[in-house]
């Protein structure tokens, strides 16, 4: 049985807002805005290169703007992509070293959403 996370909704207060910062300064490209009738509208935004988007919007989720914590972007440079988002105006915390030899950097969009950049531990040569 195949089974693939495709997309995932981000509690929103104001679309419009945190459509700008998703796209203007942490660089996901839209691929949907939709009004589908006066209670829903759909919003599709995908970062970089990745399988999975993000949908946020009017009447897509029942869950509390900033109630999000903790979705993951894999990256390859961590420093290189906090010096980006940074340069954008994203509050990017410095990178940290985990215990289980990945990098870590925290940032959140305007409601409080918590997103997780993190740089895989590098495979040892040899």
């Known amino acids: 049985m195949d089974m693939k996370l495709e997309l995932v909704p981000v509690p929103v207060s104001d679309v419009d807002r945190a459509k700008a910062f998703y796209t203007e300064k942490v660089g996901f490209r839209e691929d949907i805005d939709q009004r589908v009738n006066e209670k829903i ?4 935004l995908t970062p970089a290169g990745s399988a999975c988007s993000i949908a946020m919007g009017e009447g897509i989720t ?4 900033g109630s999000l914590d903790g979705l993951i972007l894999v990256v390859t440079d961590i420093k ?3 010096d980006q988002l940074s340069q954008r105006g994203v509050q990017v915390s410095e990178p940290v070293m985990q215990p289980w030899g990945t990098i870590h950097a925290d940032f959140a969009d ?3 959403n918590r997103w997780t950049l993190q740089q895989p531990r590098r495979p040892s040569a040899g």
């Open 62 to 65: 029942n869950q509390e703007p």
């Open 80 to 82: 290189a992509t906090q």
């Open 41 to 44: 509208r759909f919003v599709q």
């Open 110 to 112: 305007p409601d409080g």
